[in-house]
């Protein structure tokens, strides 16, 4: 599962209720949607919400267009940050976060040599993993018991 302090998406709607001065509860009597829902969208146990709540919480935050798109960039932060913390790569989602985070600001080329990068060091991990599960060579003039 995600490390909680990596969500972007909790952050996001916080930050945004704050700007308006709203409780979770004002939110929820401007958008229809429930106070619960809302608390666990903004404590991360809840993470991607679907059309209909997106556009109650559009209204109810007076979200922008370029609002919407951080809204999306951070759901999508979110979904890849806690792929990685199921797979091989547990340890590295703090770094996948950075990356995610940082790739919002760079160039196609600066993208696509970073993705290349990621992909190197996944290889490289899956090798040296699969490297790990090979029994140990002998060393230099070590009988090797072949029984």
Do not use: W
């Not at 995600?2 to 996001?12: D, E, G, I, S, V």
């Not at 109650?56 to 806690?82: C, I, N, P, S, Y």
């Not at 940082?102 to 970073?114: C, P």
């Amino acid at each position: 599962m995600c490390a909680q302090n990596l969500r972007q998406l909790p952050l996001f709607l916080v930050q945004a209720r704050g700007r308006l001065g709203l409780s979770q509860q004002a939110l929820s009597e401007r958008t229809g949607v429930l106070q619960t829902t809302l608390c666990a969208l903004e404590r991360g146990r809840r993470s991607n919400p679907g059309p209909a709540l997106r556009d109650a919480l559009k209204r109810g935050l007076e979200l922008t267009d370029v609002d919407l798109t951080a809204m999306a960039v951070a759901v999508e932060h979110d979904r890849l940050v806690a792929e990685v913390g199921r797979g091989l790569l547990r340890s590295a989602e703090p770094l996948v976060s950075a990356v995610l985070l940082a790739a919002n600001q760079m160039t196609d080329a600066e993208r696509e040599g970073l993705l290349r990068r990621v992909q190197r060091a996944i290889r490289t991990q899956e090798e040296h993993s699969a490297l790990l599960r090979e029994p140990p060579v002998p060393a230099y003039g070590e009988e090797v018991d072949m029984t």
